[in-house]
């Protein structure tokens, strides 16, 4: 499959433990896009990156998050003391640079904080 | 601020007749405005965009900037057709997406 990955699927955590979701996008894109959808919503846009480069953060994006793509393949994204509130699906997104080019979605993180 | 508003959250219709999806933006430069599906237990995937001008699947949507819409609209609705569908819109300079709250299309045979 050379779609994009997300690892792991599924998480469940207590709360004020910290969780990492990483991204795998399709291997020649360069922009990269993480955003997290809850119910009966739709996603959310979190960040951008273009190549290793974090270009734009939501205000969904509190200190308590953080993303990197240190060598502009693939992406972790981090939150730390979870919440309650931080349950969603964390969906990951990649495309090329080619002018506006189609978003590719990977199949998402859920995460469920106890 | 962008926004995209669906007004419908469940739009059920029987096979056969003509479907109608409805979205409406806010924004106040030019934006792109896109079609995203996600059918059951499928990750979310791309169904149209209006620079396209295209029909994919049966499915057209017309950009009317004078009422700020963007609906998707099929002539005839197959049950294939049911799904959950994301209007979105991108503006800026790093194509940040901005969705909508998502219709879900039940198609009755």
């Known amino acids: 499959d050379t779609g994009v990955s997300q690892d792991p699927r599924h998480k469940i955590t207590k709360r004020g433990q910290n969780v990492t979701f990483r991204c795998d996008p399709i291997?020649?894109?360069?922009?990269l896009y993480w955003y997290r959808q809850t119910l009966g919503q739709g996603p959310e846009f979190l960040t951008y990156?273009?190549?290793?480069?974090?270009?734009?953060k939501s205000r969904l994006l509190s200190d308590r998050f953080s993303a990197e793509r240190p060598k502009g393949s693939f992406s972790t994204l981090e939150i730390q003391r979870t919440e309650q509130g931080d349950s969603a699906m964390y969906l990951c997104a990649s495309s090329s640079g080619r002018g506006t080019a189609e978003q590719y979605f990977g199949p998402g993180t859920r995460l469920t904080v106890t | 601020a962008q926004r995209v508003t669906q007004p419908e959250k469940l739009l059920s219709v029987f096979k056969g007749a003509p479907v109608e999806l409805k979205c409406n933006y806010s924004?106040?430069?030019?934006?792109?405005l896109f079609w995203y599906v996600q059918y059951s237990r499928q990750r979310l995937q791309l169904l149209l965009r209006h620079i396209s001008r295209e029909s994919i699947k049966g499915f057209t949507a017309d950009l009317n900037k004078g009422e700020t819409s963007f609906h998707l609209k099929k002539p005839f609705a197959q049950e294939e057709d049911s799904a959950m569908y994301y209007c979105a819109l991108m503006a800026g300079g790093y194509q940040k997406v901005t969705f909508g709250t998502g219709t879900k299309l039940q198609v009755i045979p």
């Open positions: 291997s020649e894109h360069n922009r």
């Open positions: 924004y106040s430069g030019s934006p792109e």
């Open positions: 990156f273009q190549n290793e480069a974090q270009l734009e």
